[in-house]
């Protein structure tokens, strides 16, 4: 039966697989292999899923006496953007008393289905179901296909003992962001249906790897440190171990997000369970820490930064040696020094161990921030830097005006310009250093009309950096590879 709810046990990431195109809508798709994990490091590495997925492997050892009463799984295709899932699993079955007569000891099924399809999902299986008998006694080799494209999904096994073969169609459209092979992970996860005597080997999978105009950096933890109440005056005693405990103890993760020449539109963290005695748990929350002058050398129960409340999502549950992944979508939306804490509710049952930079620098904690790279207003400013991205009088190039407006995005208003921001009354020009308040913009008509040009208008002469009206240009796209604009950007966040 369809299992809904997969849980985030093997979100992973680390290998950064994949060299997306940039920005041409007719670019191809381009077909990328790789091994399982690396196929599982990609989809979490980019956010994605694919919908266009081929699996080879060879397939030794496979005994129904082992999983006698319950079944086995071959291979497992699912997908985890949702929270009910989707999944495709080859199910071999077991032997039973009394026998199952739908479903013989050495058969096959494919079954397959979608949670995520907003009430109209269904449970789909390949034809045949049950398949002829393909494992007797664990003497059986086989070569495996199994695949899963948008119309349809099935597979077949080349074996010693004859060919078998299953095909159905893809009524809802899976795709596909993780695999296992040899074993079924279900929602709270847990692992079921093992083949202990089974193994599989050269593994590939091809997929469809679409361009996309989306950019990415990969941000190292600068600093990380674990802070209980089993040690309120003194720092964490491991500095290799990111303990999350349900009794509070947190772990504390410092970044330096460099300055973003573009819109930032998503960011990912990822963190390695580790492989200490009873590393494997439940995870954590992740927040948001808004004080980022913590120090790992010094911080403590009773110094530790608090964090806002909301949580940006769940890091786990995670077995030992496990790499996890969470998207925190835009909560970290520009450059600067960011802090996050990862926290265990006491409603938690198991307490997870991380690995911190000290411990295994490979797999410590990281972001991936996603960026595109757009001038919506067509001023030469890419969105992001660009503090008003509808405004092509505005951008960290142009000059200040006195309008009541930060034209050149440095965080002031009118800065050179009067207190009044637009000169006085009578003459609105500049406030001199006498306190003549004469300026450029000259003297003031009897009746105390205001100028032309004066607060709130743009392009007059006021005095203050005057410039002229530009015209608009159109929105565009900017194809950029580098971090390297020459151009003042927003403020950091501090």
Not at 36 to 52: K, W
Not at 100 to 119: D, F, Q, R
Not at 398 to 418: H, P
Not at 449 to 459: K, S, T, Y
Request: hydrophobic content about 35%; aromatic content about 6%.
């Amino acid at each position: 039966m369809f299992r809904g709810g997969l849980g985030g046990k093997i979100a992973c990431a680390g290998l950064g697989l994949l060299g997306w195109g940039l920005g041409a809508a007719t670019a191809r798709a381009e077909t990328v292999c790789g091994t399982v994990a690396e196929f599982n490091t990609a989809m979490a590495e980019a956010g994605t899923s694919a919908s266009d997925v081929t699996l080879t492997f060879d397939l030794v050892g496979v005994n129904p006496a082992d999983f006698a009463g319950g079944k086995g799984s071959l291979a497992q295709m699912r997908n985890s953007s949702c929270a009910a899932g989707q999944d495709a699993v080859i199910k071999v079955y077991g032997p039973e008393d009394p026998p199952n007569v739908a479903h013989p000891s050495g058969t096959l099924k494919m079954e397959y289905g979608n949670a995520c399809c907003g009430g109209t999902c269904g449970e789909n299986w390949a034809d045949p179901n049950a398949s002829a008998v393909v494992f007797v006694d664990g003497s059986e080799t086989c070569a495996v296909t199994m695949w899963m494209r948008p119309t349809e999904a099935g597979y077949t096994l080349a074996c010693n003992v004859g060919q078998f073969d299953g095909l159905g169609m893809n009524p809802e459209g899976n795709t596909v962001d993780a695999i296992s092979l040899l074993e079924y992970i279900t929602a709270d996860g847990g692992t079921i249906w093992g083949l202990a005597n089974a193994t599989a080997s050269n593994d590939q999978v091809c997929w469809e790897a679409v361009p996309s105009d989306m950019m990415t950096v990969t941000v190292p933890v600068i600093e990380d440190v674990a802070a209980g109440p089993g040690w309120p005056d003194t720092v964490f005693p491991d500095p290799t171990d990111l303990a999350v405990e349900a009794d509070g103890t947190t772990a504390y993760l410092k970044f330096e997000v460099p300055a973003i020449e573009g819109k930032i539109t998503g960011a990912r963290l990822s963190m390695h369970v580790s492989t200490a005695p009873s590393s494997d748990g439940d995870g954590g929350e992740v927040h948001l820490v808004a004080d980022s002058t913590w120090s790992e050398s010094t911080m403590t129960w009773n110094t530790r930064p608090t964090f806002e409340p909301a949580s940006l999502g769940r890091i786990g549950p995670g077995a030992a040696d496990t790499p996890l992944s969470i998207e925190l979508g835009t909560a970290i939306d520009q450059g600067g020094t960011w802090s996050l804490a990862v926290f265990s509710p006491p409603t938690d049952g198991n307490g997870t161990h991380f690995w911190s930079k000290e411990g295994n620098a490979a797999a410590a904690a990281s972001l991936r921030i996603e960026y595109v790279v757009v001038d919506g207003d067509g001023d030469g400013t890419p969105d992001g830097p660009d503090c008003d991205d509808a405004d092509a009088d505005v951008s960290p190039d142009a000059s200040e005006s006195c309008n009541g407006v930060d034209d050149d995005c440095d965080g002031m208003i009118d800065e050179g310009c009067g207190a009044d921001g637009g000169g006085s009354s009578g003459g609105g020009g500049l406030d001199t250093d006498d306190g003549s308040g004469s300026g450029s913009g000259g003297a003031g008509s009897d009746d105390g009309a205001p100028l032309p040009g004066g607060p709130g208008l743009r392009g007059a002469q006021t005095g203050c950096a005057c410039r002229s009206e530009g015209g608009r240009g159109l929105g565009a796209v900017w194809v950029i590879g580098v971090l390297g604009w020459r151009r003042r950007a927003k403020a950091r966040r501090a």
